[in-house]
């Protein structure tokens, strides 16, 4: 638990150990290195705490040298015993909540014990959502900033009238990068574009490790409509060499009105510069609602314009799952793109899901609504030697494995 020793304070640094251990290990260096040149001169020590905050099955023990909180001490802080909290993974939408909750009981109990100067976390939209209602509870004045994918946009929702410090990432809070480690490698490697979101998380994570392994550079965009835009703007700057648009939900969002969706240009500049490019549908089968607009929704529901099959994963965002007409309709956009261009293009379709939440007993598995924007791709894009479609059964199960 966190050191209550005398003028011992602690800045906590919090994220996923069990997705972000790297990044949060570069964090915290670079945390205690510019506490340790700002405090030399200060009689009162400070100290750097990492608190797990994952959401997975996956446990972690530490994190190098510093001081480390795991997932079910702060869990047990909350619940009152580690088999309570460990009793919860079962069921992903319930631990979420209860992490929440924990972690916000955990920082306000350091505050209250004045032990607490400062919190610094890091996420993507997950993530950040997880951390942001904690953070607010920390009295105004206690220094708190998340590295966020969503610092950009809509982001009432998550500084509300608190003094949180949203700090823009750029790219993906997943795995270290050249523009996070260093930016004078433009021209140094060959370096690929990602799409990702938290329901496709594993499946960039795997083609990730395998470009590494082949000697490519990436660089992960969270698809929050930002995050594309972003890595078009690389694209423009001639920072990429490749594109794999895996996770294409902000085609969704834009053909159906949510929150994080891409500009009508999206992939020009992709087909424009002639830059390869393999895509998939990833979180097609979903679109995002900020909360603020969910008795809109509900009234569409009862006028029976749109189904509405909600999923809450975090406070600030609720997920509805999209139609077979919509699915087609996402198809007709992507299709016309591609058709267009005369670069290298490669689009996957997967046969066993395209997303964590799009397979049997999982809250969004219509066959029929995923078989729709697999049947429209395969009859509108247009087939040639450059532009190819291919079938594909993944070994573990829906797109958040690969094949």
Do not use: W
Not at 136 to 161: C, D, F, L, N, W
Not at 270 to 285: F, Q
């Amino acid at each position: 638990m966190v050191n209550r020793a005398k003028n011992t304070l602690q800045v906590l640094c919090i994220g996923t150990a069990d997705t972000k251990l790297a990044d949060l290990r570069f964090l915290v260096d670079s945390v205690r290195s510019n506490i340790t040149n700002f405090s030399a001169q200060s009689s009162s020590k400070v100290e750097v705490t990492v608190i797990d905050v994952s959401t997975g099955l996956k446990e972690t023990e530490s994190c190098g040298d510093f001081k480390f909180v795991s997932r079910n001490d702060v869990l047990a802080c909350y619940c009152g015993s580690e088999e309570q909290s460990l009793g919860l993974l079962d069921d992903r939408g319930e631990i979420i909540d209860v992490i929440c909750k924990a972690i916000e009981h955990f920082l306000q109990n350091a505050d209250r014990n004045c032990v607490l100067a400062g919190a610094i976390g890091l996420g993507g939209s997950g993530g950040t959502s997880l951390l942001s209602s904690a953070f607010r509870s920390i009295p105004i004045g206690m220094p708190k900033v998340i590295v966020s994918t969503v610092a950009s946009g809509q982001t009432e929702p998550y500084v509300g009238t608190s003094d949180l410090i949203l700090f823009p990432s750029v790219v993906d809070i997943c795995g270290l990068t050249m523009l996070q480690a260093s930016s004078s490698a433009k021209d140094d490697m060959f370096t690929v574009g990602i799409t990702m979101f938290g329901v496709t998380t594993p499946c960039i994570n795997a083609v990730k490790e395998r470009l590494l392994e082949e000697g490519y550079e990436t660089l992960i965009f969270h698809a929050t409509g930002v995050g594309g835009r972003a890595m078009e703007d690389l694209v423009r700057a001639g920072f990429k060499k490749g594109v794999l648009d895996i996770t294409t939900t902000e085609v969704a969002d834009h053909t159906v009105g949510g929150v994080m969706a891409c500009e009508a240009s999206h992939f020009d500049c992709i087909t424009e510069k002639k830059i390869p490019l393999v895509l998939s549908v990833g979180a097609l089968d979903m679109i995002l609602c900020m909360e603020v607009v969910e008795e809109l929704l509900l009234m569409a529901q009862l006028f029976c314009t749109m189904p509405f099959i909600r999923v809450c994963m975090h406070p600030q965002v609720t997920l509805m799952r999209t139609t077979p007409d919509e699915s087609k309709k996402f198809a007709a956009f992507i299709a016309n793109k591609l058709n267009k261009s005369s670069s290298k293009i490669s689009m996957c379709l997967p046969e066993k899901g395209i997303s964590a939440l799009e397979q049997p007993g999982k809250p969004y598995y219509d066959s029929e609504a995923t078989g729709a924007v697999i049947n429209e791709l395969t009859k509108l894009i247009q087939t040639n030697e450059d532009r190819q479609v291919k079938g594909f059964t993944q070994s573990g199960g829906p797109l958040i494995e690969p094949g």
